[in-house]
């Protein structure tokens, strides 16, 4: 249990070198632990059904989450599209692909410094 690991992110202003602000996901330092576990038949059509493409949930410490919108695993951006407390202190949060990107090319800054090398 708890053997994989995954990174929160959340919509930050960063100026891109021009002296325009942009918005980039930023991820924490920290990584949070998970246990991954799959999207079930019926959750997968009742979803696809609203306009969702749920890959993953993931279930994680309710302490390590504070409403973040995005998640890295696995080198794969990921956003938040439901979340439900399942214990006292624990919470799974449903995953989709972040737009049509694949795998990342290269590891990000966590500090925020710079913004993610992506494939689309």
Request: net charge negative.
């Amino acid at each position: 249990m708890w053997d994989d690991i995954a990174y929160l992110g959340t919509i930050k202003e960063i100026d891109n070198g021009y002296g325009d602000l942009v918005e980039n996901v930023v991820y924490v330092e920290q990584p949070i632990f998970l246990n991954k576990k799959s999207v079930s038949y019926s959750e997968f059509y009742q979803a696809q059904a609203k306009g969702y493409k749920p890959e993953l949930i993931i279930e994680v410490n309710l302490l390590d989450y504070n409403l973040e919108k995005y998640v890295l695993y696995e080198n794969v951006e990921y956003k938040v599209i439901k979340t439900y407390q399942k214990k006292e202190d624990t919470i799974e949060i449903t995953l989709e692909r972040k737009g049509n990107q694949h795998k990342l090319d290269g590891f990000i800054c966590l500090d925020g410094s710079e913004e993610l090398d992506r494939v689309y």
